[in-house]
């Protein structure tokens, strides 16, 4: 067993960062005076359908910005990848009922400096839209930064940033996407649970049109580490589903959860490409252990009321989600009912040790795990690393053990 209380704090900070949508910290920004001028999206209502995605452009003018430009110093923790402005597209009518809770409350988008003139500045993001973007989206959020003088500390340069939401100046720009044949995708761990002695799993799923239910033929990316970028199409290994939809790949036991992208190809040519959005994302918890507990008793006769000793160990592979819980001793109650009798814990090696009272006449004992649901989150979630979006994981989930039934009798 284990304690996670500091693994949930790293996985917290490690998901913390410009790859999941954060934006450098207010505290150490400077706001530049700026006016959002115009907000387009053109067009203002696309269709896409299955795997193919819709070309849309964000055009965003501002004026008197303060030498705004394309790409940003870096802060703490920043890859020169993930830092430059950024417009942000937020959903504003309920999702399609086929993409359920794979839909995103947001997605954030690189802007790309397109035109200087005079104090005005043009911005421009195209971005490939998939059809599980079903629904409304406005433009809610503009950010971008000006170089200046290093911070005399040792959290990197001091960003001067402009950090607007378009519509609070009167500027409401968005678009409507209809989506048709809607793809889905599961993602299961094989065997379920795992013996704890395992150091891998197969984690199997399918690719699916919702519209009849086909199977798709896509290639997926997948990773299996908290650092995986959900918007960031480099990192990952990629699995091709067969004819129906299926696929399966080895999984590591070590990583902490696994979660699969299905990306979309980027589009080249004219001058940037059009950046991929996430389709499906389906992130598979942490697959369930199953433990090993067992005991023996001191002597298998003994005087009624006499100590009974009972030493055994408990091994769950170190991935349980508690190093304290307990174990119990219980005796058979009839042909059926089990009894406790015991609740004890085991010492840091696994192993343990409890004495009970002999019950008088011949008793069935054994030693029982209750199991521990672990930290679950839900098998899908949504395709975008907004603010709003936690970071799912799943941790030493565990299920019930029993020990071998042993008979002592008391006389």
């Known amino acids: 067993m284990r304690m996670v209380g500091a693994t949930i704090l790293a996985l917290g900070l490690a998901g913390a960062g410009p790859g999941t949508g954060a934006i450098a910290p207010a505290a150490r920004a ?69 993409v359920g809770t794979r839909a995103p409350a947001a997605t954030r988008q690189r802007l790309h400096l397109t035109g200087t003139s005079g104090t005005a500045t043009s911005w421009t993001a195209r971005i490939a839209v998939p059809s599980t973007w079903a629904g409304t989206w406005q433009v809610s959020r503009i950010y971008a930064c000006a170089d200046s003088d290093p911070a005399p500390n040792s959290l990197g340069p001091l960003i001067n940033t402009i950090d607007l939401d378009p519509r609070a100046h009167g500027k409401v720009a968005g678009v409507t996407v209809t989506g048709d044949h809607i793809p889905a995708l599961s993602i299961g761990p094989s065997p379920d649970p795992v013996p704890w002695t395992a150091t891998r799993y197969v984690a199997k799923g399918r690719l699916w049109d919702t519209s009849p239910g086909a199977g798709l033929v896509a290639t997926l990316e997948w990773c299996a580490d908290l650092g995986c970028g959900i918007e960031d199409a480099y990192d990952g290994n990629p699995v091709t589903t067969d004819d129906a939809g299926y696929y399966s790949m080895p999984v590591d036991l070590t990583a902490a959860y696994t979660n699969l992208n299905l990306w979309i190809p980027r589009p080249v040519g004219r001058g940037f490409p059009a950046q991929g959005v996430t389709q499906v994302l389906v992130r598979g918890v942490h697959p369930r252990t199953a433990p090993a507990v067992g005991g023996v008793p001191s002597a ?112």
């Open 300 to 411: 298998t006769r003994l005087r009624t009321g006499a100590a009974l000793t009972v030493t055994g160990s408990f091994f769950d592979g170190n991935r349980c989600a508690d190093l304290r819980d307990p174990l119990t001793l219980q005796y058979l109650h009839g042909r059926t009912a089990w009894r406790t009798i015991s609740t004890f814990l085991t010492r840091f090696s696994g192993r343990f040790t409890v004495t009970v009272p002999a019950r008088a006449g011949r008793t069935a004992y054994r030693v029982r795990y209750a199991g521990n649901p672990g930290i679950q989150a839900a098998a899908v979630m949504t395709p975008d690393a907004s603010p709003e979006a936690p970071v799912p994981y799943g941790l030493g989930a565990c299920v019930p053990a029993s020990g071998r039934p042993f008979v002592v009798t008391g006389s």
């Open 30 to 98: 400077a706001t530049v005076d700026a006016r959002i001028d115009q907000v387009t999206v053109s067009p203002s209502a696309v269709t896409a359908s299955g795997l193919t995605p819709v070309e849309v452009m964000v055009t965003v003018r501002l004026v008197d910005t303060g030498d705004l430009q394309d790409t940003c110093p870096l802060m703490a923790g920043e890859s020169a990848a993930s830092s430059g402005a950024i417009v942000e597209l937020r959903r504003v009518t309920p999702a399609d009922p086929r």
